[in-house]
């Protein structure tokens, strides 16, 4: 028998874009939602205790307004409210970012040293990046001095792309009607876990795509190195170009069928030689088409400057741009179009002066370039650069 929605419940760090507009959705057909923040949410989880819902705004093809029930929220400043919801969780999830884990690990530790290790503390990680579990666990480790059995920590693959408006605005719904910033995101469905993370956890719910390690690495590395390595590409390229939302790149037949050449061509390819029978070459192609047209439907009216934001961070070894690179590279194919995306971020971190390292610092101490093994990427690099002067109009 499925266990009924009350019976069970998901605990969230994080009522933002991610966790309002993709985890409750899917979630919250199986599980009563619990959502953890800082206290600048207090508006938000004032309201969730009072109407036990909030509002989210579907976009695409047809935009829809949709209530989300059966919720509740929780401070952080209330500590003792939530560990009892830790203790009652069948799953938590992490919505905060990679540099916010350490700060939730904390109560994460003190909810796993009060588990029975036949029901350990499960925790699922929203962040992109590499090894996000792996950190994460060094945490909840470091601050719990060994979990042990009591704690089983995964990575997922986030595949819905979701932002906050803020002031609400094209005619969308607030997430509550005192507030005022709305929650827009893309119609995609499931969210692939790695089986490990789930054993033991009986119907987890139709949202779970489990899957073995093979296939979730692969999964892994298309969200992270294709659909984000896109999202970044196309993001700087156009905000050289003086652009500013994803939608206006779709009469552009350069930049579009660089992006496309990129993700077929270079980086596709190289997935689909890292991954052998664990990525499908059917199912990676039609998802690259079918992600190129999501980006910059103008359904979604999503902002460049969304995609550019932190753009050091997307530059650090371990990031998108960085691994992309390294990754076609390591299957032995030239990451051109890829290295020109890497070279148009580090153009925009200049111009936005978000750093004062010259072109070539940024190459070697902030991305980690290592003059001895990858001078060929170096030298890539420094000719996409050229390149993009000359066919641009434009400098890094």
Not at 154 to 159: A, E, H, K, L, Y
Request: charged share 25%.
């Amino acid at each position: 028998m499925t266990p009924r929605k009350a019976d069970r419940t998901c605990v969230v760090f994080g009522a933002g874009a991610l966790g309002l507009g993709f985890l409750g959705p899917e979630l919250g057909r199986d599980y009563e939602m619990v959502y953890v923040d800082i206290p600048d949410r207090a508006g938000l989880l004032e309201y969730m205790n009072d109407s036990h819902e909030y509002t989210y705004n579907e976009t695409g093809p047809s935009a829809r307004t949709v209530s989300v029930d059966g919720v509740r929220g929780i401070n952080t400043a209330d500590g003792e409210a939530v560990q009892a919801a830790l203790q009652r969780a069948d799953l938590v999830f992490t919505a905060v970012g990679e540099p916010n884990l350490s700060k939730v690990a904390p109560s994460l530790a003190r909810a796993a040293a009060q588990r029975e290790p036949e029901r350990p503390l499960r925790v699922l990680c929203c962040e992109n990046g590499l090894e996000i579990a792996r950190k994460l666990t060094d945490h909840i480790e470091s601050a719990l001095g060994g979990a042990g059995r009591r704690l089983i920590v995964g990575d997922t693959v986030m595949g819905r792309m979701c932002m906050i408006v803020s002031p609400p605005e094209g005619g969308l719904a607030p997430v509550g009607p005192e507030l005022d910033w709305a929650v827009a995101a893309e119609p995609f469905f499931g969210i692939p876990v790695p089986r490990r993370a789930m054993e033991g956890l009986q119907e987890p719910g139709a949202a779970f795509q489990v899957m073995g390690e093979g296939e979730f690495a692969a999964r892994e590395d298309v969200k992270m190195l294709a659909h984000n390595g896109l999202h970044a590409f196309l993001a700087f390229l156009g905000q050289l170009r003086g652009k500013q939302y994803y939608c206006e790149l779709s009469d552009d037949s350069r930049i579009m069928g660089m992006a496309r050449d990129m993700l077929l061509g270079e980086v596709g390819e190289a997935l689909l030689r890292k991954h052998g029978a664990a990525l499908d070459h059917n199912f990676y192609h039609n998802y690259a088409v079918t992600i190129l047209r999501r980006v910059v439907c103008p359904g979604f009216h999503d902002s460049l400057a969304r995609g550019a934001r932190a753009v050091m961070r997307k530059l650090q070894p371990g990031e998108r741009l960085v691994e992309g690179v390294r990754m076609i590279a390591a299957q032995g194919l030239s990451p051109q179009l890829y290295a020109t995306g890497l070279v148009a971020a580090i153009a925009v971190a200049r111009r936005t002066r978000a750093t004062e390292l010259s072109f070539h610092e940024v190459l070697r101490r902030h991305c980690g370039l290592r003059e001895d093994e990858e001078a060929d990427l170096i030298e890539l690099a420094e000719d996409r650069r050229s390149w993009l002067g000359r066919e641009f109009g434009l400098e890094g």
